[in-house]
T-cell receptor
Framework: AQSVTQPDIHITVSEGASLELRCNYS??????LFWYVQSPGQGLQLLLKYFSGDTLVQGIKGFEAEFKRSQSSFNLRKPSVHWSDAAEYFC???????????FGAGTILRVKS | GAVVSQHPSWVICKSGTSVKIECRSL??????MFWYRQFPKQSLMLMAT?????????EQGVEKDKFLINHASLTLSTLTVTSAHPEDSSFYIC???????????????FGPGTRLTVL
């Protein structure tokens, strides 16, 4: 079955500290992986995506993610968090040419000053 | 580019009434649009896939007679919640695939969502 696990429901980091949000997936085919951010009451904004090639992908707002096939993981990182990064982050997996995205439960990021 | 809008952004209605939510791709054509439902503090659950000019494909457990989807043009899909009840209260989000991206475009562009509250 296709599934995405985000083990951390909430994470709190200090402004300026580094961040890593975990994502593990279970997928029967070659996965296409996404990270989205959602601010309160807003839709989803794509941070980055991985289809193939270099397993370290760069996204917007200084985020990056690394695809590790052996660990079925696609963790999101940022070296220095800003207060404006406080939001909910969703990892998602889909199939190439496919339509369906399966989302993780989300991780709420809180940034303390 | 690749902007998706939803209207209304929020709606409050009485139990038993029907509510229509519009999803528009503003600067691209979308053969396929998707409707998601998000409960408070939960993830997005795909409700249905909407293809222009054909019937929508509903996910298991989603009542197609309850949630009517119409995708009459390449830029507009509508979701009508019929005979709404309080348990239908939720955040409804649509997304669209950019047709011009071809088969290599796997990205969905999301609308800002519609908050439905049924009293």
């Amino acid at each position: 079955a296709q599934s995405v696990t985000q083990p951390d429901i909430h994470i709190t980091v200090s402004e300026g500290a580094s961040l890593e949000l975990r994502c593990n997936y279970s997928y029967g085919a070659t996965p296409y992986l996404f990270w989205y951010v959602q601010s309160p009451g807003q839709g989803l904004q794509l941070l980055l995506k991985y289809f193939s090639g270099d397993t370290l992908v760069q996204g917007i707002k200084g985020f990056e993610a690394e695809f590790k096939r052996s660990q079925s993981s696609f963790n999101l990182r940022k070296p220095s968090v800003h207060w404006s990064d406080a939001a909910e982050y969703f990892c998602a997996v889909g199939a190439r040419y496919g339509n369906k995205l399966v989302f993780g439960a989300g991780t709420i990021l809180r940034v303390k000053s | 580019g690749a902007v998706v809008s939803q209207h209304p952004s929020w709606v409050i209605c009485k139990s038993g009434t029907s509510v229509k939510i519009e999803c528009r791709s503003l600067d691209f054509q979308a053969t396929t649009m998707f409707w998601y439902r998000q409960f408070p503090k939960q993830s997005l659950m795909l409700m249905a896939t909407s293809n222009e000019g054909s019937k929508a494909t509903y996910e298991q457990g989603v009542e197609k007679d309850k949630f009517l989807i119409n995708h009459a043009s390449l830029t507009l899909s509508t979701l009508t919640v019929t005979s709404a009840h309080p348990e239908d209260s939720s955040f409804y989000i649509c997304s669209a695939r950019d047709q011009a991206g071809g088969l290599n475009s796997d990205e969905q562009f999301f609308g800002p969502g519609t908050r439905l509250t049924v009293l």
